[in-house]
Nanobody, 127 residues
Framework: QLQLVESGGGLVQAGASLRLSCAASGRTFGGWDLGWFRQAPGKDREFVAALGWSSGRTRYAESVEGRFTISKDVAKSALYLQMNSLKPEDTAVYYC????????????????????WGQGTQVTVSS
């Protein structure tokens, strides 16, 4: 099975930036859809951003569009989420997710579309 490990979370002040990483082991991300999701206490796990590894397509939740950027490093088989202008509402556990891609379609937004998940990394934004 594909193994995913997130890193880069931490405690920062509002307005600061963080860069999250998701590393794959056992396989490369070629031909896969990748997503970032987050879950705050008492809330559902919600979509943040997605990337089609081969197509280059990206999608963002409206709440983060313009502030967050999802990207990849093919050589390292790594996925990144650059988070700028962080707000207290961004506080959550952030998860990396992956699944085989749907040919000709944009990477999915639904949590249930992803079968492989990392353990998450905590992001806390203070006011």
């Amino acid at each position: 099975q594909l193994q995913l490990v997130e890193s880069g979370g931490g405690l920062v002040q509002a307005g600061a930036s963080l860069r999250l990483s998701c590393a794959a082991s056992g396989r490369t991300f070629g031909g896969w859809d990748l997503g970032w999701f987050r879950q705050a206490p008492g809330k559902d796990r919600e979509f943040v951003a997605a990337l089609g590894w081969s197509s280059g397509r990206t999608r963002y939740a409206e709440s983060v569009e313009g502030r967050f950027t999802i990207s990849k490093d093919v050589a390292k088989s790594a996925l990144y989420l650059q988070m700028n202008s962080l707000k207290p509402e961004d506080t959550a556990v952030y998860y990396c997710a992956a699944d085989v891609s749907s040919v000709g379609k944009a990477p999915p937004l639904a949590r249930t579309a992803y079968g492989y998940w990392g353990q998450g990394t905590q992001v806390t934004v203070s006011s």
